[in-house]
C-alpha cells in the first residue's frame, strides 16, 4: 500500500519560472492538504482539498500560488514567477476524511530551490 | 485561533535517559493534540494523538504524552532514550469545530541523542 507519493523530490527554478508540485494521496484518500515548511520553522497550512474543489485556502498567499485536485490524477500545486521567498520544503499530506479518527499521512516533500 | 509553543528548539540527552520535549497550546474550543516525528529529508510521522479520553496517551517507539487541561500542556516523554530517537519532534493542534485535520504546527524541536 503506498504512501503519499510527491514529485519531484527536489526542484531547482530560476527566479521568474513556474514550479509545479505533484501529489498524489493514499489509496482511497480523498482530502489533500498542502503545507509549507520554511528553514527552521514548523510546517504552515496552505490549503485543503477534496475532489475536484478547494474547502480550504486560507493559507494559501493571495499572489501567484495555486492548487487543484482533478476528478482524475494527482493534486497540484503550482507556483508561478518564482521568487528567492519560495525557497522551501512542501508537504502535501491525505486523509481518508476530515475527523479527528482520520489523521493526515505525509508525503516525503518537495525541496524547492529559488535561485 | 489556535497556537502551538514547543520550549527548546533543541534538546539533548545521553542514551538511556529520559527524554522530555515540552510544548503548550492556546485553543478556544477543545483541542485535538498530536505530535510528528520528522527523520531528516522525510515527511512527518505520527507519533500519537489525544482526541478524547484518557488524557495518558501512549505512541510509537516508546513516547508517550498527557494531556493536562490546567496547564494547557501536552509534553512528550519517553522513559530511556535510544539514538534512533535523534530526530525532529512537532506538536500540533486542531480543534473538534472546523476542519479536524487541519493542523497548526509547533516550530519544533530537534533532539539529539548522544553516547
Known amino acids: 500500500n503506498a504512501g503519499v507519493m510527491q514529485n519531484p523530490r527536489h526542484l531547482v527554478r530560476r527566479r521568474g519560472q513556474e514550479a509545479r508540485l505533484r501529489c498524489s494521496p493514499m489509496?482511497?484518500?480523498?482530502?489533500v492538504y498542502w503545507y509549507r515548511q520554511l528553514p527552521e520553522e514548523g510546517l504552515k497550512f496552505m490549503v485543503y482539498?477534496?475532489?475536484?474543489?478547494?474547502?480550504?485556502e486560507s493559507g494559501m498567499p493571495k499572489e501567484r500560488f495555486s492548487a487543484e485536485f482533478p476528478k482524475e490524477g494527482p493534486s497540484i500545486l503550482r507556483i508561478q514567477q518564482v521568487v528567492r521567498g519560495d525557497s522551501a520544503a512542501y508537504f502535501c499530506?491525505?486523509?481518508?476524511?476530515?475527523?479527528?479518527?482520520?489523521?493526515?499521512?505525509f508525503g516525503n516533500g518537495t525541496r524547492l530551490t529559488v535561485t | 485561533a489556535q497556537s502551538v509553543t514547543q520550549l527548546g528548539s533543541h534538546v539533548s540527552v545521553s542514551e538511556g535517559a529520559l527524554v522530555l520535549l515540552r510544548c503548550n497550546y492556546s485553543s478556544s474550543v477543545p483541542p485535538y493534540l498530536f505530535w510528528y516525528v520528522q527523520y531528516p529529508n522525510q515527511g512527518l510521522q505520527l507519533l500519537l494523538k489525544?482526541?478524547?479520553?484518557?488524557?495518558l496517551v501512549k505512541g510509537i517507539n516508546g513516547f508517550e504524552a498527557e494531556f493536562k487541561k490546567s496547564e494547557t500542556s501536552f509534553h512528550l516523554t519517553k522513559p530511556s532514550a535510544h539514538m534512533s530517537d535523534a530526530a525532529e519532534y512537532f506538536c500540533a493542534v486542531s480543534s473538534i469545530t472546523g476542519t479536524a485535520s487541519k493542523l497548526t504546527f509547533g516550530t519544533g524541536t530537534r533532539l539529539q541523542v548522544t553516547l
Open positions: 489525544y482526541t478524547t479520553g484518557a488524557t
Open positions: 482539498l477534496q475532489k475536484e474543489n478547494i474547502i480550504d
Open positions: 499530506a491525505s486523509s481518508p476524511g476530515q475527523g479527528y479518527n482520520s489523521p493526515l499521512h
Open positions: 489509496k482511497g484518500h480523498s482530502h
